[in-house]
């Protein structure tokens, strides 16, 4: 059913972009405005940053954990660049994939990286880039890898 929803929600965004190309120059956040170390990529906080930045659209990574929820991640095979451990801020020393573990343990285990600890929150569902986006007159341009 999530798959379905984000098809029909892709194809929407696929939509809506090609209206916005009309009236180029666009130009498009990627993984929403992060900022280096400081507002962590594919983030509510980088929807909120492109917003201040002017940006319209931002183009971002959404990927299924392994109980089907949709999350924003970029390296969804090789999470170790895309979050820390909660517990102690580490670095992960292997590869962990998105799609092996749930959002209750994504979200209990791991946080988003980022030299300012206010930001280091756990990585958001594709609900609440949704409703960031809403909330800050932003476009989503979903980007996903389908893995089966």
Same mark, same amino acid.
């Given at each position: ?69 949709? #999350? %924003?991640?970029? &390296?969804?095979?090789?999470? =170790? ?12 020393? *292997? ?15 791991? #946080? %988003?990286?980022? &030299?300012?600890?206010?930001? =280091? ?12 986006? *809403? ?14």
């Amino acid at each position: 059913m999530n798959k379905i929803i984000f098809s029909i929600i892709a194809l929407f965004a696929v939509a809506s972009v090609s209206i916005l190309a009309r009236k180029l120059p666009s130009t498009f956040a990627h993984r929403g405005c992060w900022l280096g170390t400081e507002v962590p990529e594919n983030s509510v906080a980088a929807v909120e940053m492109a917003k201040r930045f002017g940006y319209k659209v931002i183009e971002c990574d959404v990927h299924y954990t392994k109980d089907s929820v949709m #999350v %924003l991640m970029h &390296d969804y095979m090789d999470m =170790r660049r895309c979050i820390r451990r909660k517990s102690d801020y580490s670095k992960l020393d *292997k590869p962990l994939n998105v799609a092996d573990i749930t959002y209750e343990e994504l979200k209990r285990d791991y #946080v %988003l990286p980022s &030299d300012n600890p206010a930001l =280091r929150t756990p990585v958001p569902t594709f609900e609440e880039l949704m409703l960031a986006c *809403k909330k800050n007159g932003i476009m989503p341009l979903l980007h996903s890898d389908v893995v089966e």
